[in-house]
């Protein structure tokens, strides 16, 4: 697959354009869809990076999952 839908599903993988963004370019597919196409393509869902977000992280874990009333 090298067409526009290839170009724009690299750039969601690699978290250079938002799912709302793909999806729209895509003429609107539902997020299926998407997954289905990154399947197809061999391409992975993107991730979030962490760096810089440690201390959000890490009280967001705190937060969700307190430890036995510490």
């Given at each position: 697959m090298d067409t526009p839908d290839r170009t724009a599903l690299e750039a969601y993988s690699r978290g250079?354009?938002?799912?709302?963004?793909?999806?729209?370019?895509?003429?609107?597919?539902?997020?299926?869809?998407?997954?289905?196409?990154?399947?197809?393509?061999?391409?992975?869902?993107?991730?979030a990076p962490t760096a810089g977000r440690e201390e959000d992280i890490a009280r967001a874990r705190a937060w969700m999952f307190p430890k036995n009333g510490e």
């Open positions: 250079i354009i938002t799912a709302i963004d793909l999806r729209r370019r895509l003429g609107g597919v539902g997020y299926g869809e998407v997954l289905r196409m990154l399947s197809e393509a061999d391409l992975p869902l993107p991730r």
